[in-house]
């Protein structure tokens, strides 16, 4: 099952934010939101208020559009709107360095690498990376995105240009 199969049969899950990014009736992207995991994170961290972007996929048709990035500014601007400290992601990387490439995104982004550990019942062939940003106010993300209400849950939708 592909990462977007596996988000799409989350929507209908009550107890799993899934936010949408569209565009006059387009999909653009998807991505879910939820509390800070224990893969990867202290005690401490998890008790920090925070927002963890679980899963993101955007349309391949719009690769390298920076559709990501959005979802990102989102997450820390909804982030800071709800009073919480934190974003996180976390990134798996397999012992051949698959994913790293996008570790090393989400660093240009602005992510900080918290800490990179061998998962604990894959060690040696999974690392886990923590990676967070602190929360803020992004003021430019309102020409961009707005935040509509839809059968009762928040959807993220981008604005027409």
């Not at 202290?42 to 920076?66: C, K, M, N, W, Y």
């Not at 400290?85 to 798996?92: E, K, M």
């Not at 929360?135 to 059968?151: F, M, N």
């Amino acid at each position: 099952m592909s990462s977007a199969e596996h988000l799409a049969d989350q929507v209908t899950e009550p107890d799993w934010p899934v936010w949408v990014l569209v565009d006059d009736g387009l999909l653009l992207g998807i991505t879910t939101t939820d509390d800070t995991p224990a893969l990867g994170w202290t005690d401490q961290e998890r008790a920090e208020s925070a927002i963890f972007l679980q899963s993101t996929v955007t349309h391949p048709t719009r690769a390298g559009a920076g559709l990501g990035m959005v979802v990102a500014f989102w997450a820390l601007d909804r982030a800071a709107r709800r009073g919480q400290q934190w974003v996180r992601r976390g990134v798996l990387s397999d012992s051949e360095g698959g994913n790293l490439g996008l570790v090393r995104y989400y660093r240009r982004q602005g992510w900080r690498v918290v800490r990179a550990v061998p998962h604990p019942r894959k060690p040696g062939e999974i690392t886990v990376w923590s990676l967070a940003r602190p929360a803020g106010r992004q003021p430019d993300l309102v020409d961009i995105v707005t935040e509509v209400e839809h059968d009762d849950e928040l959807r993220t939708r981008l604005a027409s240009a």
